[in-house]
């Protein structure tokens, strides 16, 4: 038997997500895992079950997502990943394939993610919306200012309890997170891009960071104002939820052990 | 009256080309000409006859593609060109609107036009298909040398009677045409894009060279067989057609009496 670690990038927008779902009485939804497991089963010849890292949502994309399967299949690793390339449609590919532990968890192991939110941004002031890359980044209104929007960044990293950034406090398990890089770069004079690394993320964390980012951005909140949302482990403190397809899963780091 | 000249960009995979198309007993075709002057009819209030400069093929893309049309409507300029983006689907949009001469001819008056043609490369190499831009971007298998297509291409400028660069030669009409640049600039290890500017193109002239290019790249031509390919006047002597999607219409140039 040989464990797989595989790096996968996708356009999410033509799948549920990552997860895959059949709903009862219903075809099956058409997801990432399990287009990518139905390929890698078809060229395997096996059942096999496919681990992703992160359950990215519904139109969310992914450059660097990382999965794991184990097969007794002897096919080489460069013919492998061909033939798994060979049967996947045009929007997910996997961009490497390599032997890992028979232990290999890519949720588990995972050190820490990077996810990357891009907006375009400047609608009221006459910018068109993206029109090439429409799919992959979200269009604000507003006028951004970035600066501001680094700033409050910087005030999110560390270990902190991120109730106020998640769509349901269950109030059970813990809500406590390490971000522990959060940045805001403008490419130019009406894009920028936001890059959140933690050691886990909250359901719709990240958007929800972006969300609040931009109310700072646009002036209705400051730098200042993030050590007091955090404070409130309330969620109406924090701004929006922006949509799924501004949001991509860039990385995910295992320890050098792991990653083998 | 007021005649004003268009800017328009679009994403050209879900159109059938700019050129309206009405096959009879059928619905009409879903094009960029119908589209944006259904928008702009609607805006002005009346009938409107929207003239391009270039009349791109299903599948091509435009980001500088230029249109006139002339109203009766005293909407202001602003207005008018926030009004008729409002209408537009997402895979279009106007990017700017200026008053022009009552006589501007967006096709008479093009001094010259630029497209560009983007290729990725290395397929049979192992690089992977484009993902995020495969709807810009064609594939190619082979691993092309950019700088002997540089070379190529340098031999195409000048005033040449490019009837092998053209699908079908009629024999009644002139196929001598002027290019006045013509370069091929690698973006990385795996892309490129061939940019050509000419006082005009015939019918899939833009893409034969670039198939033509491709040969070179791959090493099947060399740029010394260019001066052959053009003189034998003989579509089988150049290189395949590449296909639309690689395709953009990039800029139209205009003297600038007329540009105003």
Redesign the interface.
């Known amino acids: 038997m040989q464990r797989y670690r595989l790096t996968v990038?996708?356009?999410g927008t033509d799948f549920h997500g990552w997860q895959k779902q059949h709903p009862k009485g219903a075809a099956p939804l058409r997801t990432v895992q399990g287009v990518l497991e139905e390929a890698i089963c078809t060229v395997v010849r096996e059942a096999v079950a496919l681990v992703g890292a992160s359950r990215t949502d519904a139109g969310v994309?992914a450059e660097g997502q990382v999965a794991a399967f184990t097969t007794s299949s002897g096919i080489a690793r460069?013919r492998l990943l061909?033939a798994i390339?060979g049967r996947l449609p045009?929007?997910?590919?996997v961009?490497s394939l390599a032997p890992a532990a028979a232990d290999f968890d890519p949720i588990a192991d995972a050190v820490v993610k990077t996810y990357r939110y891009r907006i375009a941004h400047g609608g009221a002031a006459?910018v068109?919306?993206p029109?090439?890359?429409?799919r992959?980044v979200t269009f604000s209104p507003y006028t951004l200012d970035a600066g501001a929007m680094a700033r409050a960044a910087a005030a999110l990293v560390g270990t902190h309890d991120f109730a106020s950034f998640t769509r349901v406090s269950h109030g059970r398990e813990s809500t406590v997170r390490s971000i522990t890089a959060c940045t805001v770069k403008a490419t130019s004079r009406t894009r920028l891009r936001i890059d959140v690394t933690g050691d886990g993320f909250l359901y719709n964390m990240v958007r929800i960071i972006a969300g609040t980012l931009v109310e700072v951005g646009r002036g209705r909140l400051g730098p200042e104002d993030i050590p007091r949302i955090i404070a409130q482990r309330d969620r109406d403190a924090a701004g929006p939820t922006m949509p799924p397809q501004g949001l991509c899963l860039m990385k995910v780091r295992y320890t050098p052990r792991r990653a083998k």
């Open positions: 990038a996708y356009e994309h460069a061909r390339n045009a929007d997910v590919q961009s006459g068109l919306p029109l090439f890359d429409r992959l």
